[in-house]
């Protein structure tokens, strides 16, 4: 109940911030929709009565204000309705944009790899429309609150005991309620089905699957996953609507009971003359409206119900993140590096699991010394990039910065000063000049900075190709646009990361996946290039992974992971005269080359 009111609240508050007006004009329009209904009963009563007793005068206004009765009933909610369109659109939008706030104001990753918050985006992005109706289901309530007091007033005239007759409405609202939860449930439980059959979907629509799916032959496959999940899915979805089906039914049987004895009830006063005629005509038309209005409640109690889960699914995601605990990050990076960076027994965990994917890492970094990570699949690499950009806390240990703590230093500030291109890259369909130029927004309109981060990354060659240069729309979404090699992304993407010019951190976290070995040992000598620059001038770190060893070999030293830990460290003749894991991965991989 709570959760419903906290939802009517915020509803409310949010209509009335958006546009006061229209939020008023739809009230009051919706009122005079909603008071027409009891009006129409009692002017009938009254007519039919004046008819009866040859009143004509009365007979004639009463049903002529019957008449108004009806025309209000009919138009007053076709009008508020083109309000309260404007208003839940503004309201949609509104909603939308605090979406789009929380999903990029977490300073961490935390939110977007957390599968229970990807759940929930999922279903908010589906239920869109709750939110666009909510301020009417919301306005709703006065509406029906206003009629079934009327409604009650005009019964209790009548005969008392029809008031009793709303009381058989409570039945169908807890059914209903009953039957909504049911249905949440079932939705949550199958959210990630969900997921996965929208996936498998969404395979055949894309281009980049198409290939594959070609090669391997695995359309019918796919189409049959899809077609098993799916059906799972509907079918739990069906069950909890066919069990929620059944509990309506009850909870309505109940209310039929309750307005059949109070018919009967009526007619029998009428016909023992304690009734007039037109009281008759009033119980009968109220107690119809009493039927509309409980079907109104129980309707209303979904709607209700399902805007406090959009609402809750909302505030769910608002309070998933709350600030790590730890010191305030409010000091801001330094100016240059001069001892350099250290991880002391550091040790991760993602949130929600319970494996420590690093363990234990202990290394210090002075300050201009290119750094390569490498190590088998899923050993934690990437994970070291996300704690040194400061995606993640250490679950324990410290990684200082000049002997600074990194939890102290204001993430934001942190990552002005990081390089970085990961191998999950962005493609970021604009302008080339804008896709590379927003590696360093503030600087994106300064003259020769883009040509100067395409020069670093060796792009020059990819940018003289395009029809324009750097003028040139790049990707699918325009009609002129130019479509890209996945290579040539990743080099768009490399001049992204190289349009800082005083960095203290270059991470590339395997940036020439998509590059031919030729292609990426050059832009690795131009980079390293660049890497020296950069630590001659600020001091900067440069940490990459890559698989490469070609590339490796040029790093000042040579990290090797395994399972979480650092299993070997030194320069590439060192690791080669230890005659370890690395010396192995080198010369298995030189004899393929060979
Ligand atoms: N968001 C996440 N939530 C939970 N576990 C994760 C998450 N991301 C990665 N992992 C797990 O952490 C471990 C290390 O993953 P990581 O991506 O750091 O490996 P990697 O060495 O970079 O692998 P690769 O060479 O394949 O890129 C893996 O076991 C992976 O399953």
């Given at each position: 109940m709570n959760r419903v009111l906290r939802s009517v609240g915020a509803t409310l508050a949010s209509a009335w911030r958006l546009s006061p007006g229209r939020l008023i004009i739809a009230a009051l329009l919706m009122m005079l929709g909603a008071v027409s209904g009891p009006l129409l009963a009692l002017f009938l009563g009254v007519a039919v009565d004046a008819a009866l007793d040859g009143r004509t005068d009365v007979a004639v206004w009463t049903a002529a204000a019957a008449a108004v009765s009806v025309l209000l009933s009919l138009t007053m909610e076709h009008f508020a309705h083109i309000f309260f369109f404007e208003l839940g659109d503004l309201h949609k939008q509104d909603t939308e944009r605090q979406l789009g706030d929380l999903a990029h104001g977490p300073v961490g990753l935390a939110l977007h790899e957390r599968r229970d918050a990807a759940d929930r985006f999922e279903l908010l992005r589906q239920q869109s429309w709750t939110l666009s109706q909510s301020v009417q289901t919301v306005l709703t309530i006065g509406v029906l609150l206003t009629q079934i007091t009327l409604t009650a007033v005009l019964l209790a005239r009548i005969e008392?005991?029809?008031?009793?007759l709303p009381i058989f409405g409570v039945p169908p609202l807890i059914a209903g309620r009953l039957a909504e939860r049911r249905l949440e449930r079932a939705e949550l439980v199958t959210a990630e089905s969900a997921r996965l059959s929208w996936h498998l979907f969404e395979l055949a629509l894309s281009s980049t699957a198409a290939k594959e799916i070609r090669l391997f032959g695995l359309g019918g496959e796919l189409r049959r996953r899809h077609g098993v999940v799916r059906r799972e899915v509907d079918r739990r979805l069906r069950r909890a609507e066919w069990v929620g089906a059944a509990l309506r039914f009850t909870g309505q049987l109940i209310f039929a009971l309750g307005y059949i004895g109070s018919i009967v009830l009526v007619v029998r006063a009428a016909i023992s003359g304690e009734r007039t005629v037109g009281d008759v005509v009033l119980a009968i038309t109220l107690a119809v409206q009493t039927n509309a209005q409980a079907a109104g409640a129980v309707a209303l109690a979904q709607a209700l119900q399902r805007n406090a889960r959009a609402f809750g699914w909302l505030s769910w995601i608002r309070d998933a993140t709350p600030p790590e605990p730890?010191?305030?990050?409010?000091q801001t990076p330094p100016a240059?590096?001069?001892d350099g960076i250290e991880l002391r027994d550091v040790a991760f965990r993602y949130p929600g699991t319970d494996v420590d994917v690093l363990q234990g890492l202990s290394l210090r970094i002075p300050s201009g010394t290119i750094v390569a990570i490498v190590g088998d699949n899923g050993s934690g690499k990437s994970t070291l990039v996300k704690l040194l950009c400061q995606f993640y806390r250490p679950t324990a240990g410290e990684i200082t910065i000049d002997g600074a703590d990194l939890r102290r230093l204001d993430p934001l500030g942190w990552r002005q000063r990081i390089s970085a291109s990961f191998q999950d890259y962005l493609r970021l369909e604009l302008r080339a000049r804008s896709s590379i130029g927003l590696g360093d927004l503030p600087r994106l309109d300064e003259p020769g900075a883009v040509e100067r981060a395409t020069r670093r990354a060796d792009a020059e060659e990819v940018i003289d190709r395009l029809p324009v240069g750097l003028e040139t729309y790049l990707g699918?979404?325009?009609?002129n646009g130019f479509e890209l090699s996945g290579g040539q992304w990743q080099r768009i993407a490399l001049s992204r990361s190289m349009m800082r010019d005083d960095p203290l951190l270059l991470l590339l976290?395997?940036?020439?996946?998509?590059?031919?070995p030729l292609t990426e040992h050059a832009l690795f000598d131009r980079y390293a290039d660049a890497a020296r620059d950069v630590g001659i001038r600020t001091g900067g770190v440069t940490v990459f992974v890559s698989h490469r060893f070609s590339t490796v070999r040029m790093a000042d030293v040579i990290l090797v992971v395994s399972d979480g830990r650092i299993v070997e460290s030194g320069s590439h003749d060192e690791l080669l005269a230890l005659n370890g894991m690395y010396a192995e991965f080198f010369s298995l991989q030189a004899a393929a080359y060979r």
């Open positions: 008392p005991w029809l008031l009793l730890g010191p305030p990050a409010d240059v590096l001069t699918t979404s325009y009609d976290d395997e940036p020439a996946a998509a590059l031919d």
